[in-house]
């Protein structure tokens, strides 16, 4: 079966892979995987992230975790959609500064980040629901770099604030410098966390 399939390019690869793994025939798609990492040389991370996207959805994260630490001795250079994976991963795994890492490597791993929506708003709610306020400064400073930062990006902040009972300095400051509006939620959460605790004024500023 080898010397049958040894001349299949990665594009024929990533088709009967992907077909294997649409059957659940997981097992025989990592054969063929095996195969493929033995014969091509062009190390695109789009064939094993099929893989990886297996075992993510099917809640293997340690598995997941141990095929990426596989991809890394061979000299795979992780792309974007490697780190979004993971990123996804982590979040059912509900692990935040995994999550935070993933995500901050995805959106650098790329020259223009195109927000996925859905991940930001996903990220942001696991941070909020853990009154993470490092986190929630790190993934503003995240966006930011990304010039991704809008009234909502602030809102999770302050609510993330908030669930820690604390109060954040400068945040109308920092909005006005990212050129960005104050609506009324902002207004009411910048109310509601100026009764609270004085927390530090965050790095980065």
Request: some cysteine; proline content about 3%.
């Amino acid at each position: 079966m080898k010397s049958t399939y040894r001349k299949l390019n990665d594009v024929e690869y990533t088709c009967m892979i992907t077909s294997l793994l649409k059957l659940e025939e997981l097992e025989e798609a990592k054969k063929l995987y095996d195969e493929w990492e033995s014969v091509s040389p062009t190390k695109d991370s789009r064939v094993p992230n099929l893989l990886l996207a297996a075992y993510i959805n099917n809640d293997q994260m340690e598995t997941a975790e141990a095929f990426y630490d596989r991809m890394v001795q061979k000299d795979i250079v992780p792309g974007y959609t490697t780190w979004e994976l993971l990123t996804w991963g982590y979040l059912r795994q509900r692990q935040v500064d995994k999550v935070l890492d993933c995500f901050k490597k995805a959106v650098s791993s790329v020259r223009k980040w195109d927000p996925d929506e859905k991940l930001v708003k996903e990220v942001s709610s696991i941070v909020e629901e853990f009154g993470n306020v490092e986190g929630a400064e790190q993934l503003l400073v995240i966006l930011r770099r990304a010039g991704y930062v809008n009234t909502e990006t602030y809102n999770s902040l302050l609510r993330t604030y908030a669930k820690a009972g604390k109060m954040p300095l400068i945040v109308a400051e920092r909005m006005k410098k990212d050129n960005v509006e104050i609506d009324e939620e902002t207004k009411r959460l910048l109310q509601l966390t100026s009764k609270m605790h004085v927390s530090e004024i965050p790095i980065g500023f």
